[in-house]
C-alpha cells in the first residue's frame, strides 16, 4: 500500500511539472487541475495538511479559469480582425514565422500577393487569415493560423462568421488546396469538405 501511494504521489508531480510546459491556455489548466486533485488526495492520506489546502486552492483556481476559457471560445465579441497592411502582415510573420511554416509551407513567400487579416483576441493579435482570388469561385486560403495559447479559444469560428474577415471582405466560399495533415482535422471541424483529392472547400453565407 505504501508503495503505490508513493506511486501515486509521484505520478502526481510528474503531471504538475508537465503541466507547466504547456504552452495552451486549456491544456495546461486541465492538467494542472487533474494533478492538483491527485496530490490533494494524496497529501490527504500521509496527513500533509498544508499541502492540501494548498492544491485545493490551485484546484479551485484551476476550475474557474477553465469555465473562463470555455466561456471565452463561445464569446464572439471577444474576437475582432483588422485588415492586414503589410507592416503589420511582416510584424506578424516575423513575430509567428517558424510555427506559420509548420502548418503552411511556403505561406510567408505569397502573402505579399494576398489579402490578409490579423485576428485580435480582447486587445492581443492571435492569428492571421490570408487569401488570393482565383479563376474558380472560390478565394484560395493561403493561411488560416492561430498562436499556440490561443488556439484553445477556437478563434477559426470566428473567422468564417458573418462578423469574420471573410464574409467582411464578400467571399462567399473558400478553398485549401493540399493541406498539412495536422490542417485537416480542423478543415474538417469547421465544415470544410474534400471536393476532389487534395482540395478542401466551404462555402460561406452571405456577406
Known sequence: MDIVLEVVGWLGSALLVFSVLQSRFMRF?????????VLTGYNAVIGVWPMVAVNAC????????????????RDDVAFTHSMADPALRDWFVRAHGADLEHFHPGAAELLPDCRAAVIFHQDRAVG??????????????VADYVVPEYRDY??????????GPLRAAGLRAVA??????????????LGFTESK????GLRLGPP
Not at 492571421?128 to 486560403?141: H, N
Open 29 to 37: 489548466r486541465v492538467l494542472n487541475g487533474i494533478a492538483s486533485i
Open 128 to 141: 492571421l487569415v490570408a487569401w488570393r482570388p482565383a479563376d474558380r469561385p472560390e478565394a484560395e486560403l
Open 197 to 200: 483529392p487534395g482540395r478542401w
Open 58 to 73: 490551485l484546484v479551485l483556481i484551476d476550475a474557474w479559469f477553465i469555465w473562463r476559457l470555455a466561456r471565452a471560445k
Open 176 to 189: 485549401v488546396e493540399d493541406p498539412q495533415p495536422v490542417v485537416v482535422a480542423y478543415l474538417r471541424k
Open 154 to 163: 477556437a478563434p477559426g469560428a470566428y473567422v468564417y462568421s458573418a462578423a
